[in-house]
């Protein structure tokens, strides 16, 4: 599927550099850009009608355009949710180790720390003493 959506994006971008040419080689009323990037050469090779040829060919290119820009965004749509679905079901799944035995219970016995000052073996001042100044 990307193979596709790569020759669309590819066919896209010739189609769009299509369509700025064209756009660009048609006159305008005033004679500006058309005129200048060979207004004359495109009489010459289309005849009379060049207008009308180089028109019908926008109108064909635009509509080219959005079909493969709709195209490609409901394709890039498409990938993207197939794509989880597949990448999700890509790798097998995998029970969880169980957990190693316990250790011996002396191995792991918790610490314990003394609770009151005079246990650690410290003594608190006396309430009644006041610091000295």
């Known amino acids: 599927m990307s193979i ?40 010459a090779a289309f005849g009379a009608d060049t207008s009308n040829v180089l028109s019908k060919s926008t109108i064909y290119a635009a509509v080219i355009f959005f079909v493969l ?24 799944s995998i ?13 792991t016995a918790p610490l314990t720390l003394p609770t009151t000052p005079a246990a650690a073996g410290v003594t608190a001042p006396a309430p009644d003493t006041a610091p000295a100044k």
């Open 69 to 92: 820009a709709f195209t490609l965004y409901l394709g890039r749509i498409y990938e993207r949710t197939h794509g989880n679905e597949a990448a999700n079901n890509a790798l097998p």
């Open 4 to 43: 596709l959506l790569g020759i669309l994006t590819v066919l896209l971008i010739f189609v769009s550099l299509f369509i700025v040419l064209v756009v660009l080689a048609q006159k305008s009323k005033d004679g500006g850009m058309g005129a200048a990037l060979g207004g004359g050469a495109a009489e």
């Open 95 to 107: 029970a969880a180790q169980p957990a190693p035995a316990a250790a011996p219970a002396a191995a």
